[in-house]
């Protein structure tokens, strides 16, 4: 039977933003994680399982990381994209810039875990995004809240860094019962800072 692979990306972003946020606990998670971008327990879901059931103990410190790793896996993801198309992206009206940008979370999604994909019923200004077989969700006791904050922060800050001010909230988890894991976002143009002299 093929092993499911996990990507290097979550195990190199979760590294960063255990590190960022809890430095004193980096030492124990260096078992199963490594600070490179490609890591050398390569794709093996077993060392990811582990992390994330030993954060899931962290109390709140479990969304803070998640949510911290989601950020950094996004700004990675856009670093990657080819000089040109970040170019091309930036000079795109806001509606044609957020699809680009739902383009790059769902490319994301699939690096992450394998089998995982992102659907999404674009309206103007706003998206749904469902993301199926979430790697964060698998488990077997039911949590209190949604396990999935990794792929909202990914999506917020993918939207962000293509210069798209957003916000969202995660609207069911696989987890917690959900036939998936849901999430609504909006966008809008970053309001352009006012003008001292039309202020007075």
């Not at 670093?79 to 699809?99: S, Y």
Request: hydrophobic letters at 45%; one cysteine or more; glycine letters at 6%.
């Amino acid at each position: 039977m093929t092993e499911v692979r996990v990507g290097p990306l979550v195990f190199s972003s979760l590294y960063e933003a255990i590190r960022e946020l809890l430095p004193e606990r980096l030492e124990f998670y260096e078992n199963w994680l490594h600070g490179d971008r490609l890591p050398d327990r390569r794709g093996s879901p077993a060392p990811m399982a582990a992390v994330l059931g030993f954060l899931r103990t962290e109390g709140p410190n479990y969304d803070r990381v998640m949510e911290r790793a989601g950020q950094v896996a996004a700004v990675w993801t856009v670093e990657a994209l080819t000089p040109w198309k970040r170019t091309a992206a930036a000079r795109l009206p806001a509606a044609l810039r957020a699809r680009a940008a739902v383009r790059v979370v769902s490319s994301l999604v699939r690096s992450v875990h394998e089998p995982s994909r992102l659907s999404r019923r674009m309206r103007r200004g706003q998206v749904e995004l469902d993301v199926t077989a979430s790697l964060f969700c698998a488990v077997r006791e039911a949590p209190r809240a949604p396990l999935c904050r990794f792929y909202l922060a990914a999506v917020l800050e993918t939207l962000r860094q293509f210069n798209l001010t957003a916000q969202g909230r995660l609207t069911d988890c696989r987890a917690i019962g959900g036939s998936r894991c849901g999430m609504v976002v909006s966008w809008s143009e970053p309001r352009l800072a006012q003008n001292p002299a039309e202020a007075a």
